[in-house]
């Protein structure tokens, strides 16, 4: 039995899914990463994933930024929140995603696929029209990019 044979352990939620994502920066450049696992798979977006027990949120972005991509971020604030919500034929809830989006900057790594990313890439944000992306994915990069500018970067 492979992983494929399995039931998804987040379709039909009995509560919503606390996630997170974050744009990260460098040198202008955002980092995209092509979404290797169901649901969504062959889709660009932010990397990131769900917060685990005990993390605070922007632990939880800072980590599955590293898990997925193997860049360090330093996370900035958030920048939007994106709720997913989808139903089957009859109307009951499949997905619940509640996803906290952060603005980023990098710190050291670089970026590299994983079992979660199967490709990744530094983009400017103008250039993201050419990806399939995640819905709000340009939205969200946008707003964390005026805050990336806007914020001073932190000593490491």
Request: zero cysteines.
């Amino acid at each position: 039995m492979t992983d494929a044979d399995l039931p998804d352990p987040r379709a039909y939620p009995a509560n919503p899914l606390l996630g997170v994502s974050a744009a990260v920066f460098r040198d202008g450049r955002v980092l995209v990463a092509k979404r290797a696992r169901p649901p969504l798979d062959g889709l660009w977006s932010l990397p990131g994933g769900l917060v685990e027990i005990g993390e605070t949120l922007g632990e939880a972005a800072a980590r599955e930024v590293f898990e997925e991509t193997g860049v360090k971020a330093e996370i900035v604030m958030p920048a939007d929140i994106v709720e997913v919500i989808r139903r089957d034929a009859r109307g009951v809830v499949v997905r619940h995603f509640v996803i906290v989006s952060f603005a980023a900057r990098w710190i050291d790594g670089e970026a590299r696929t994983s079992d979660e990313a199967a490709d990744v890439a530094w983009m400017a944000p103008d250039d993201l029209g050419t990806l399939e992306m995640t819905e709000r994915t340009p939205e969200v990069v946008a707003k964390a990019a005026a805050l990336v500018d806007a914020e001073p970067a932190r000593s490491h």
